[in-house]
């Protein structure tokens, strides 16, 4: 066996690797999770206008398709904020104690880096929340994961996971655990494997056309 | 609540230790932890205490908290913070935007210089966004300094508040100004910071910039008042180097050392290595040999390249061993081959002349190794490239065009062709627009789209470069080339390479970057990204002055005097010193490895870093154990070759080519010059090293063309030179054949004015010399009985018979009283000249059985310096043999026949004659070439088939020039 690189490869754009879909999705993620964090439900054009300029600010290399992101965020947006799924999402936003986004966690059966979308906490109950443009593009062993590494560590908590879907504006109760007693018996994790630090997301906006 | 600060020695495990604090001070198993945020100054130990925090809380499904480098950590920050986000562009696009901001009065120079001033001028101003100041102007600027330099300098702050200002309208930041610009939005947004950040640990960081420290003290103060943990770790014992020193007093910190119960592993010595070696070759071999075959965790072997070239031989070395590896270090672009390929475009149509390219410039695009690795399989492309190849060189053109290149073509290959030109040449012709620019650039991009699929299925450090080449060009140079308005305005608008210029600039100073992930087997790393990480074995490349510390250029702006003067701080080393120290510490074993080579004063001179010396003094000091490992050289018996031995199948080779080819005067004359030249020539039939394509077509072979024409027309004619010299005739021939020659072609006006002025000074020297014979009775009529003309001969051979043959150039007839034949060749070195003094020698010759090397030696040299006596000898030889086509035999006993050369670009004697003897000698030399010189023939060809060997010249003026001398040195060796 000859010598055997591990690096990282750069998303290419002359290689199709990182497309106008996925870009639109980290502009949407980074404004919906901030929204939401600030418990932010009826944004002004303003506040829309600096969410979806803030991201784009450091993407220099899709500069050429800046207007176009910049429009089309905020169309998606502008009906998302009109739907009915909004509603119900700021129902389970307002109340909650703690909101979380961003977060990485480490589950140790499957030595994995997860990153779900948004976590909220409250009164023992547990909301986990992904964020697609279609419905269809939800990945549900990716919610299991999500799910099981939640349960390991908040074995007493009823843990629900969410599908917040764009196009068209929806939310769905994925799969609801109930709170149960924590398990004996754990797998051993093996720290340093190569797979350590792929982290693992759901991709976004897979089929966004 | 109080900020604390804790140091960790580097020989404790920093990482290690650092987690083990933080496991028993922070909860990981809520998500609350995402709000704390644990600082590094570098991405590559975020990545390890990472690792390490995993391996630590084994059995554990945890959050991790936010872990960050200051870079992310200030990006993070802007975007938290800004209500004005702005288009945060490649520093790349610095100079133009500063050129943007000038006023047009300051820029008079050509483009490509202004670009370095201006790249030199931003350096300035990154220095004071660093110290968060204004810079002053410089009233009295180093007269050295050139005037446009100089009127900057005296107008420094306003020129970088025009800067600034042009930067904020256009709503544009560079990253390299983040710092500053974050610093601005903490101090009226800092209670912002409370929402997201919940604690704050900074860890490892050393030297701190003005704006830094500010930076830090904000977050501080803010933090601290909300009730929140800020702390501090250095990595260092509790007897700072100076750098920590200043740092801790610049934050007004008191550090203690972190409690032993945290410490990964009590205080230490590392085992260290000294490996002075002469050169790059043994250094990487002795490097390598330290490594053992296997898997690694990451932090079990360390390879750190100060000067990121190496990696190159030493992934080479690498690559069949069975290692896993990770390569984390900064590459410049000038060593890729795709960028030095688009570099040779550039070239090219700075050469262009209208639809012209310079020929030596387009077969270098359509001969570059790219090029060619990329259409290996490709037989269009093969038959192109020699279809043009031959066509330049008998040719020879000096500019050449498309439609000159395609009447050569078929209609399939035509088509072919038009392809690469496209993409190649035209659409790089007129670069009027930035749009433009990109689109060259990607439809060239496009076009080698298979190369990086095909690299993309091989694991190979190509795939990795050229991958992260393409990032380069679409992070930092598409951007600059897609915003039009960076370019509207700008001085030198009207300059026809602008933007071609400027694009060569970009891509003469890029620098890639490899990353190493996922964390996995040897890390190869650059010497910065090596900070706060341990290593069990630690191997590093390269500790010589120039690369520990490195020299980076010089910038004429930022002297030690200059920064003083601006109010700037001045820095020697004393950071690279830090980072060296606490590299050599945190390591259980440490090999250094250096050159050291004297020299002098060349670049094989090398001295080991000052960091070395200093090293050693301390070890010494000390009294600490090191050992220095000197390098032991194999030698190998330089004893070179004699010669080759003959094989069976030579022999055949050599039979088969003498009994089947005409043999010519070159085919003796090679095996006297040299045996192994023969062999490669004869035996292997080697076509010789492809010559330079492009050298000049000589006015020697116009002459000689000229002559021999000229001399066609008078075939068998009395010709008489002072009328010929007077008529137009041969006025008319020269025009004619000067015309054929295309030597507009091939020459710049100056020299074809020259050109042509001395052909024709050489043709009228010679007409005049033969008239001025003529006119004194010397020459009564001149006869032209042959003009390239073929003889041969046949001799038996070992019960064969042998075609001896020849081509002369003229043979004239001449009538001085006597009737004198004479077999000229035409030479166009005037300086070349037969050698009659060493006829002597070769009539006295003693053709004897030894068939070795000294008896060719000796032969050799009875036919004068160069041989050049047997090409005359081997005619006049020939002619004597066929004598009878050219003078009546009863006329024989009274005519006299010479050899020589003619060399009419030699004005004082252009014919050069062998034979210049009385008449006693002359019949007795007749007599020895009619009846010894086949002799002689013979037992050349005796030597090379009785010889057991092929023997090596020892005239080292002979391998000088030879064309075989690659193979030949290879084998010798």
Known sequence: ?209 | MEVKAFFIPPSSHFLKSLVNYLIKNLSFNSPRISQTFIIFPTKRACFFFKYYLTESLNNKNFFFPKILSWEEFLQLLYLELTQEPKLIFPDSAKPLLFLKSLSSEKINEDPLKFFFWASKFLEVFEEFEKEGKLPPNLLYPPEELPEQAKSIFEDLSKTYQDFKSLLKNMEILFSSFLLKEVHELLQSNYKQIHSFIDGLYFCGFAALRNTEKEIFQILMKTLLEAGKAVEFFFESTPSPHPIILQTLKSLNLKAEALPEEYLEIPFGEPEIYFYPLPDIESEIERGLNLISEGSFRPDSFGIVLPQSLTLLPLIHRLENNEFEVNISLPFSTSFLPMNQFILTLFKAQKGRRDKKYLTEDFFKIIDHPLLKAFHRDNPSFSSLLKKLKDFFEIKKYLEISKEELENTLSPLEKEFFNKLYKIFFENWENLETPEKVLWALKELLEYFRPLLYQTEEKDNLYTYLTRAYIAYLEKEVFPLFEYSTLWSGLPFSEEKNLYLLFLEYLLNFGEISLFGEPLAGIQILGFLETRLLSFENLIVFDVNEGSLPPSPPLNPLLTEEIKRYLGLPVYRNELWDYYFERLIFSSKRVHLLYLQSSKGKSELFKEPSRFIQKLKWKLEKEKKPFKEIIFSQKFINPKKLEALEKKAEDQNALLSYIENKKLSRSFFETYLICPVRFYFQYILGLKPYEEALFEDRTIGNFLHKFFETLFKTYIYKSVKFNELSQNNVWISLFEKLWKEFEFEKIFDPLSLWLSEKIALASIKNYFDYLSSLEDNAKIRENLIIGVEKELFTEISFNSTTLTLWGRVDFIIKREEGLTKYYLFDFKTNPRKAPAPKSIGNLMKFNISEVYDKESLETLKDCFGKELTNFQLLFYLYLFLKNKRDFVEEEAFSRVEINVGYLTPSNLEKPEKYLLNMKPKEYTQFLKFMEEKFEKIVIYILNHMLKTSFFYFTEDESTCRFCNYRPPCQNLRS
């Open chain 1, 1 to 209: 066996m000859p010598l055997k690189f591990y690096q990282k490869k750069t998303a290419l754009k002359a290689l199709q690797e990182k497309t106008t879909p996925q870009i639109l999705g980290e502009i949407l993620h980074f404004l919906l999770e901030h929204l939401l964090f600030e418990k932010k439900f009826q944004p002004s054009d303003k506040d829309l206008e600096l969410l979806i300029k803030k991201p784009l600010s450091g993407l220099i290399e899709v500069f050429s398709e800046k207007s176009f992101l910049e429009e089309k965020a905020k169309e998606i947006m502008i009906n998302v904020l009109k739907s009915q799924a909004w509603e119900n999402l700021k129902k389970l936003f307002s109340s909650v104690e703690e909101i979380y986004y961003e977060i990485e966690g480490f589950y140790k059966e499957e030595n994995q880096i997860l990153r779900p979308d948004l976590l909220t906490i409250n009164d023992k109950t547990l909301n986990l929340f992904e964020i697609k443009l279609h419905k269809e593009d939800l990945r549900e062993d990716q919610i299991e994961l999500y799910l099981s590494f939640l349960r390991e560590i908040y074995p007493h908590y009823e843990i629900r996971a969410y599908l917040f879907s764009l196009d068209p504006p929806e939310l769905t109760l994925v799969k609801e655990i109930k709170g149960e007693i924590k398990k004996e018996g754990e797998s051993q994790i093996h720290h340093g494997s190569k797979s350590l630090f792929y982290s693992t997301q759901l991709s976004l906006f897979e089929k966004f056309g």
